[in-house]
């Protein structure tokens, strides 16, 4: 049995008093201490702002009401350590993951948009069990500058419901002392023609019964509205709620909270990261400008600074450690970066920010296409390296500044063709440009080449798209046209024939025909193997011809007529008009070279022949006098024939 329980003594009694007394005076000094952090003016004003407002909330109250709710307690209760941990430990424990997730309580404008709310309208605010601890940070203030700008900007006569309709009244209500006070707290929603408590739309306890309409739904009864607002302000959970909201307010203002130290080195951590990522993309922005290659046979981003300038490296990783030495901040993590630390350098990296790149110029230039309205299309088909048959999708559209009108032709994307057929190109087509969201109907012209499951006219791509747009109008690829002809015209003649087989057979070598000849007259000399010595001697021979000089001029000129055409048809502003002028100038051109005398361009021949030839033919006896040769290979006929009767001779 245990000793029964000794009374203490009067003076002991005191004595422990005392104590208690002293120990609770030394804690409300150190309370009043931190929050004044060193007497901080702002905190001081902060706190006393909750307090008049709190005063002039309670005024109102019930005697035994205010005696609960004490000075003492509100001084408790504006502590910041307490208004951001006074929620139940159930609720605390069922919101921790949202926390632990919550890295800050200021969120970026691109993060809030992900969100999905109507960040402007305390109507489409989520419901408070799903609000995380950065949106509440971020509600705190929306709330704020809704209440500065109400009942201002509201149009009362648009509220009207049942007959009644807000005033302005109902943002202020009269103290006992004939003052007239505002209601911070009460926003007015428009989405929902509702109004709202803010700080209890935001702070107040999910698990709370007493849940009003200004807290949830909105409150909508325009009859009651006043008095159900009294009632409200009048509620323990609202002062609560008030001291919550209005503490958070003032400790984002003056960037102080239990969480400072972490938002300063969360600061700093982000404006660093960006520092970097800013010279990754410049780096990446220049490569891609400059078609240069980006990755090496050996990339380690920790041995930039050790062993830069590194050849196996690449032009990415190289370009970053010039950089580095003129950006600190880069510099100081490449020194002490170590493998397997995130580093921003990665080729997924790159590969990321390329793509990012790409799909905001892709973005760019189909928002610039729906801005103008209409628009052409131009599709082509080509294998690529590894034999996939690809199209390309380029858009020409007017884009207008101001009063200036430009014609621009932009390549939006590659697409794999999975068919051949007109009907299959058509459709993925179709379903390219409704992933692009530009509707065909807008489409006023068409241009492919001429391929048969492309410009066919019956069951061709133009035919199809036409069927569906009977003002998409169809252009051929002039360029492409152009082109044809003139395969067509060689293929035509004997002569030009024989002069691309032979030029066929020397061009890889890609170096001036003196060059070539003399390489060949080496070989001819110098080779043992049979077969080169003989190849190298017939192609020597064929060169030294003077009728492939002959030929070899006429057909360059032909060509660079052609090709000067096809540059310009080619240009990105070109008008239809301007193309088919140009086409009748090369046509018009073509004719009058066919109709000058064969001795005009022997004699151009033999002026090409004294550049090109001569100084190696000089060597020998037999082709020291160019006349002599062209005579020996142009036979008279030829001589007083024109252009048109050569190249039909067979």
Known sequence: MSAPRKKLSGAEYRKKAKYKELQGKQCADNMKNWLRRGGDPSVSAATSEVDIELENVSSTLPDQTNQDF???????????????????????????????????????????????????????????????????????????????????NIEFRSTERNGRHLTSSMWYRMLSNCERVKRSWLIFSKTKNAVFCACCKIYQKPSSTATSALCSTGFINWKKVSERLSEHEATQMHK????????????????????????????????????????????????????????????????????????????????????????????????????????????????????????????????????????????????????????????????????????????????????????????????????????????????????????????????????RNELAEFVPCLAHSLNLVGVHSASSCQEAINLFGLIQKYIVLLAPLLEIAKALEEVKQTSRAPEAKYEAGHLLSAIKDFKFILNLTIWANILREINRVNIEIQKEDIILARSVALMDGLLKTLQNMRQNPMEYWIKEAEEVAEKVVLTLFCKTNEFRNVKNISMRCVTTSYKHSNLFNYFLKK
Request: aromatic residues 6%.
């Open 70 to 152: 004490s000075q003492s307690d509100l001084t408790v209760q504006t502590s910041p350590s307490l208004s951001m941990c006074d929620e139940q430990p159930e609720q605390l424990e069922k919101t921790k993951p949202e926390y632990e997730r919550s890295k800050s309580p200021h969120l970026d404008s691109d993060e809030l948009q992900k969100t999905g709310f109507d960040l402007t309208d305390p109507g489409n605010w989520p419901v408070v069990e799903k609000m995380t601890d950065e949106q509440r940070s971020f509600f705190s203030n929306q709330a704020v500058l809704l209440a500065e700008n109400q009942p201002e």
């Open 240 to 467: 609560e709620c008030m001291i919550k909201w209005k503490t958070r307010v003032q400790q984002m203002k003056s960037c102080q909270g239990i969480d400072q130290d972490i938002e300063r080195v969360i600061h700093s951590e982000k404006e660093k990261w960006r520092q970097i990522l800013r010279v990754v993309m410049d780096a990446v922005l220049y490569l891609s400008t400059n078609c240069l290659s980006f990755r090496g046979c050996h990339e380690t981003p920790s041995d930039l600074i050790t062993q830069y300038p590194h050849p196996s490296q690449g032009n990415f990783l190289n370009l970053i450690s010039l950089l580095a030495k003129h950006n600190s901040t880069l510099k100081f993590q490449l020194e002490h970066l170590k493998k397997g630390q995130v580093s921003y350098l990665s080729k997924t990296i790159q590969n990321e920010i390329i793509d990012i790149m790409a799909k905001t110029v892709k973005n760019s230039i189909l928002n610039d296409i729906k801005e103008a309205k209409y628009y052409t299309i131009m599709f082509d088909c080509t294998p690529d390296v590894s034999h996939t048959e690809q199209m390309s999708q380029v858009i020409r559209y007017v884009k207008r500044t101001g009063d200036a009108c430009e014609i621009k032709e932009s390549f939006i994307d590659f697409i794999e063709v999975a068919g051949k057929t007109g009907e299959d190109i058509c459709q993925q087509i179709l379903e390219k440009l409704a992933v692009d969201d530009l509707d065909i109907g807008q489409c006023r012209g068409q241009s492919y080449d001429n391929g048969s499951n492309m410009a066919s006219i019956h069951k061709g791509v133009q035919a199809r798209i036409a069927e």
